[in-house]
């Protein structure tokens, strides 16, 4: 049903508008009682809101809502009923059953793209292949395995990210190298940590003494007179805690 529905997605640029709003057709003989997950599931691959609906005899258009988890618009049912255009909107704040005339759905459409022009869904969310602690005792091995076998990533399957959670960094830790001085490199457990172009995470390791960051990295294989050793090139951090700075 996903697959299915994401053709009409392509095909009608539905993913230009800032809420996902997936219309069933009369030839879209899906049960009823799925509607709600295909839109979780549509939700989470888009990252955006999602509403997936069919159109009735009395020309509104009835589905299931879902919202992206952790997003910065927390409540998606108040923020539909709020717009006006909504006929009822029913259930959970982000789970939910909506109602919307069909021939309102354009100015709906505009009236969100405004209100959420200023929210980007998609920043800071990855989809993730393996989640390991920085002393986890299978990171070396796991960087090896996924980093020996560069010629399988591609188109339709792109190269696996590992995020990391909770590192603790002091002062010593970390070493900022390159000509330009805007490459962060640390080093955990025998694993390599390495930002390039850091200036804004060089800025916030020199404002404290010791912070607590997670980072999402592709893995790699550092190549170096002969030696080899693994690394995580980061491809964005989250600084959780400036643990002494008062």
């Not at 255009?85 to 704040?93: K, S, T």
């Not at 069909?102 to 993730?128: P, R, T, W």
């Amino acid at each position: 049903m996903v697959a299915e529905l994401e053709q009409k997605i392509f095909k009608y640029d539905l993913l230009e508008n800032k809420i996902l709003f997936v219309r069933l057709d009369e030839d879209d003989d899906y049960p009823q009682e799925v509607t709600g997950l295909a839109a979780m599931k549509l939700a989470a691959k888009y990252k955006r809101p999602t509403i997936l609906a069919r159109l009735n005899d009395e020309g509104y258009d009835r589905g299931s809502i879902r919202n992206v988890a952790d997003c910065e618009l927390q409540d998606l049912k108040k923020f539909l009923n709020d717009s006006g255009y909504f006929e009822w909107v029913q259930g959970h704040a982000n789970a939910a059953g909506a109602s919307i005339l069909d021939s309102k759905l354009h100015s709906f459409h505009q009236y969100a793209n405004e209100a959420l022009k200023e929210i980007n869904f998609n920043e800071g969310m990855y989809d993730v292949n393996f989640i390991r602690e920085a002393d986890a005792s299978d990171l070396e091995d796991l960087i090896y395995d996924l980093a020996s076998n560069t010629n399988i990533y591609g188109q339709g399957n792109p190269e696996p990210l590992i995020f990391v959670p909770n590192i603790y960094l002091d002062r010593t830790d970390y070493k900022v190298i390159g000509t330009n001085k805007d490459t962060v490199r640390f080093e955990k457990n025998g694993v390599i940590f390495i930002k390039f172009h850091a200036n804004d995470l060089i800025e916030q390791l020199n404002s404290c003494n010791e912070i607590k960051i997670s980072i999402v990295g592709k893995p790699n294989i550092n190549e170096w007179m002969g030696n080899r050793s693994p690394q995580i090139m980061i491809e964005d951090y989250e600084v959780i805690d400036d643990l002494l700075a008062f």
